[in-house]
Nanobody, 120 residues
Framework: QVQLVESGGGLVQAGDSLRLSCAAS??????MGWFRQAPGKQREFVAA????????SYADSVKGRFIISRDNAKNTNYLQMNSLKPEDTAVYYC???????????????WGQGTQVTVSS
């Protein structure tokens, strides 16, 4: 059974950092990514990593502030979020699948989500 378990969310102030983790069990994937959803908004792409090559992709809104990485031995990926802004406030979801994409429907498996709140 495939499971994605996220951790690391919380309440921080603007300018602070947080690191989210996503541990995958059951299988490995071609790509893993992070999406976020703020209240009243659609789920949007944040970052993705191609598992074998380690190549990455970022939304323009987080480029230069967020870093996605992976630990092959632990089958876990990380999202290091620096210089956080109030507009980064959202539920963050880990996703995994067979495509290295930016669309929700390109990922087959999803975690339960973790709340990130950035106060001004």
């Amino acid at each position: 059974q495939v499971q994605l378990v996220e951790s690391g969310g919380g309440l921080v102030q603007a300018g602070d950092s947080l690191r989210l983790s996503c541990a995958a069990s059951g299988r490995t994937f071609y790509a893993m990514g992070w999406f976020r959803q703020a209240p009243g908004k659609q789920r949007e792409f944040v970052a993705a990593i191609r598992w074998s090559a380690g190549s990455t992709s970022y939304a323009d809104s987080v480029k230069g502030r967020f870093i996605i990485s992976r630990d092959n031995a632990k089958n876990t990926n990380y999202l290091q979020m620096n210089s956080l802004k109030p507009e980064d406030t959202a539920v963050y979801y880990c996703a995994a699948g067979g495509l290295f994409g930016r669309r929700v429907n390109e990922y087959n498996y999803w975690g339960q989500g973790t709340q990130v709140t950035v106060s001004s």
